[in-house]
């Protein structure tokens, strides 16, 4: 599948060319790039010039840029228009790069996924890279799932009953017991809470990941 990234933009280019770097760009990619010239001179002018070495950088490897202007001082305003951007890309791959910018518009992009994502019931790649390069994480959208009751009570159990990290039949044998429920409902709920991230099953083994130890408040 060809691939839109979505990248926000502040002072720094070399932030924003190091990560395109990284996931090594393709000529059918196309790099959306989100910024404000609002501000002062001084943020007008560091962030026009990293448009333009962005841009030459884009040039010489031969991959086509949209511009996204958002304002940066009306925030649903701003989250609307890259929603929209977003919409004309919805046929391809996406991935988002928050890696500079003001916190208004990091912020604007990253509720502008999760607002696509969520209508569109599909995920998105984001990457998020510390200034210095040193840290960088990788998240998927929605960020936060929607946790039925539930589901929560069928991993608080794998939680208090020392089934983590156990056999998956095993497992379901225990969840089976405890709770009277079937099989199938019980391979249904370890289907779905493993969808939203919050086990994940490794070797047959069942493991409760660190967002599913968030929502238990570990």
């Not at 333009?52 to 940066?72: P, Q, Y």
């Not at 001082?73 to 391809?92: A, G, H, P």
């Not at 200034?131 to 929605?142: A, K, N, Q, S």
């Not at 539930?150 to 405890?178: C, Q, T, Y």
Request: charged share 30%; aromatic share 8%; hydrophobic share 40%.
């Amino acid at each position: 599948m060809s691939r839109v990234i979505f990248t926000t933009i502040g002072f720094e280019p070399g932030l924003v060319m190091r990560s395109l770097t990284r996931i090594g760009l393709k000529e059918d990619d196309k790099i959306v790039l989100i910024y404000t010239l609002s501000g002062d001179k001084y943020s007008r002018e560091k962030t026009s010039e990293a448009l333009r070495a962005i841009k030459e950088f884009l040039k010489t490897i031969g991959v086509e840029n949209i511009d996204c202007e958002i304002s940066g001082t009306s925030f649903y305003d701003d989250v609307k228009k890259i929603v929209k951007v977003l919409d004309q890309y919805k046929d391809r791959e996406i991935i988002a790069f928050l890696v500079g910018g003001m916190r208004m518009i990091i912020l604007a992009t990253l509720y502008a996924l999760e607002i696509f994502s969520r209508l569109n019931k599909r995920r998105t790649k984001i990457h998020v890279m510390r200034e210095d390069g040193l840290y960088e994480i990788f998240l998927l959208t929605p960020l936060v799932p929607i946790i039925g009751k539930g589901e929560i009570n069928i991993l608080r159990l794998l939680k208090e009953h020392d089934l983590n990290n156990k056999k998956r039949s095993e497992v379901v044998k225990k969840l089976v017991e405890m709770t009277g429920l079937t099989q199938f409902s019980i391979r249904k709920t370890l289907y779905n809470i493993e969808k939203k991230n919050l086990i994940k099953i490794e070797d047959g083994n069942i493991k409760i990941t660190e967002l599913g130890e968030l929502f238990l408040g570990e």
